[in-house]
């Protein structure tokens, strides 16, 4: 999303460290998405941001939604979500969360094991249940692989095994991971998926459902490929590899691609200083508070407010607790004459940041989250009491 007066204003007036969030990227991003891949169902990964206007927001565009846990599962139930909507996409699941899901209705859910088959046969009889498949995320920013997902063969007999247990084995679901720059990760996850879906059509057990996972990347510092070609690369292998699959469901799990782009983070320079040959510059705002994906160097586009076109020099960004892990960036770019008091803004942070803040740690409280509206409105309210 663009720095525009308004938040320029806004993080000039107010306090910082905030997150503000703009809906209409998310409304573009559910649009887009669904018109690149074919009769796809969305179903948002409630982790990435669960803000409840943007889960609002996407209950009445008509999405589905990926829950994580029984807490995500509650708040989707509060504000009106069906049921039938929510996939329960944690393969790790206490057994009274999913008796809890099955009895308000969630029908769906994701495994890659057999001891997650007998929890589910057990607390949720006769639900539909789907195989993860693992990936080499080595392409992706952030991985979701290791811990997740089995071989091909280990996933076809946990859904056999599913299938003696009396649970529906429904499909197969894959996570290229998260800000994957690859297109053809999707192919070769396609490939293996239909592997499954062969290999049980054999003995009679007949899949319904590919579950892509997520993994399309957000605008930062190195080029991606857009939703169109990632979704043209998805419609060609599933013709290709499940053409054959009568009533084929596809699901897609979008986080990251969905709210990335919606936020921007601002915050002000607390301490500037310098270590032998090193410039040190300290934030309000750090890796326990909001930047926690920096600590594997993920890399956000940074902006000093008013500085953009000084000259740049190599400096260590870090964050304001009394932690040395809380270190954005051991080596960034930064203006020259960066400044006590300047406002930095990192762009397009609406996903996996306000999520991972802590509530309380070293006593800072987290990013204070507007949307657009909210901070006009504290704009006219800091305007209409200081002129
Ligand atoms: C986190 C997660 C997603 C979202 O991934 P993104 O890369 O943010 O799009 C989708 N599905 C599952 C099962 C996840 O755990």
Known sequence: MKLNELIRKAANILDTPFLVLDLSYVDKNYD????SISNVEIYYAVKANSHNEILELLNNKGSSFDAASIGEIKKLLSIGVDPKKISFGNTIKKEKDIKFA???GIELFAVDSEMEVEKISKNAPGAKVYGRIETSSNDADWPLSNKFGTDVDHVISILEYAYRKELIPYGVSFHVGSQSYNKHKWKEAILNASEVFEKLAEKGIYLKLLNLGGGMPVQHVKPIPEVEEIGEVINESIKEYLGWVDGLRVFTEPGRSMVGNAGIMASRVLLRSRKGTKSWVYLDVGVFH???ET?????????????????KMIMTLAGPSC????????EVELPVDIDYGD?????NTGAYTIEYASPHFNGITPPVVYTIK????EVEKYLSKNI
Do not use: A
Request: negative net charge; proline residues 0%; charged residues 40%.
């Open 32 to 35: 887009r998405l669904k018109k």
């Open 102 to 104: 099955w009895e308000n």
């Open 290 to 292: 909001g930047l926690m």
């Open 295 to 311: 600590i594997e160097n993920f890399r956000y586009e940074v902006v000093v407010d008013k500085k953009e076109n000084h000259e």
């Open 323 to 330: 932690d040395s892990v809380d270190t954005i960036y051991d």
């Open 343 to 347: 406002i930095v803004y990192f762009i």
């Open 374 to 377: 909210e901070l006009e409105i």
